[in-house]
């Protein structure tokens, strides 16, 4: 599977876009400003969104994408989310106040998104992968992904997480991972924060990966908060593990899993 880093920062600035990935050219994992980074003609190509929570930086440019859209789309695109981000989505986004309800639209019998409700642990199959949900620890309901391509090569994103015995015993009922994608969004100093908002700093991300049994054989970060990132990546060289060769993501970069 092709993975494309659209956006992978934590914050904005330039050269800095949020959360969005491309696998294989039509389906999405999160909605972030990374989405810019494409051109009018690639956005035609998503028909597929995997959320894993509703926080801004996540979802931002959803509903710029289907109004951008809205003329050409044939089929409604197809949004997989938890139930509660739905209704999140739908009480405060989509609300006809911020944006319109663009699941009722043109038509509710033929509308140019449709919602669907995932649940953990249950996989759904779509062009050769398949997306298996699992929960994370964040601090409203999110999901990570599992992705399995038909050639069995294997990728878990996290989203937005912290680490504890729930998030290690879960990643290794994923089994051998050949990378696991995750966060590190604040510097060490700031581990308590990093604690109360339910994010990672190196050294967690450190003990995360030294838990993990199989240990994933690459870990890419990113989530970095841009005013802090000189720091981080500066913790993050002085990492020791195991047996996993780790790295930062950078915006508009591709990569064959
Ligand atoms: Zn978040
Ligand atoms: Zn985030």
Not at 12 to 20: A, E, H, K, R, S
Request: glycine fraction near 6%; charged fraction near 20%; aromatic fraction near 8%.
């Amino acid at each position: 599977m092709k993975v494309e880093i659209l956006g992978c920062s934590g914050g904005m600035g330039l050269g800095q876009q949020t959360t969005c990935y491309r696998v294989n050219e039509h389906t999405l994992l999160d909605c972030g400003s990374g989405l810019g980074n494409l051109t009018q003609h690639e956005l035609l190509k998503i028909d597929t969104i995997f959320l894993t929570h509703s926080h801004l930086d996540h979802i931002c440019f959803l509903p710029l994408l289907i109004d951008n859209l809205f003329e050409f789309i044939k089929k409604p695109i197809q949004v997989y989310a938890l139930p509660e981000v739905i209704t999140t989505l739908q009480e405060h986004i989509f609300n006809w106040k911020i944006w319109p309800d663009f699941s009722t639209l043109p038509s509710a019998e033929h509308p140019v998104v449709a919602f669907n409700e995932i649940q953990p642990w249950q996989p759904i199959s779509i062009q050769g992968i398949t997306y298996t949900p699992f929960p994370v620890e964040h601090i409203v309901p999110t999901c990570g992904y599992h992705l399995q391509s038909d050639t069995g090569r294997t990728l878990a994103f996290t989203g937005d997480t912290t680490y504890g015995d729930a998030v290690i015993e879960t990643l290794n009922r994923l089994g051998q991972l050949d990378v696991l994608m995750t966060e590190c969004a604040f510097p060490d100093r700031l581990l308590e924060l990093g604690k109360v908002s339910k994010h990672l700093t190196p050294v967690m991300v450190k003990d995360l990966v030294n838990s993990l049994n199989p240990a994933p054989h690459e870990v890419w970060l990113s989530h970095l908060k841009p005013s802090q990132q000189i720091e981080i990546r500066g913790e993050l060289e002085k990492i020791q593990l195991k047996t996993t060769s780790l790295k930062v993501l950078e915006p508009c970069t591709s990569f064959q899993v």
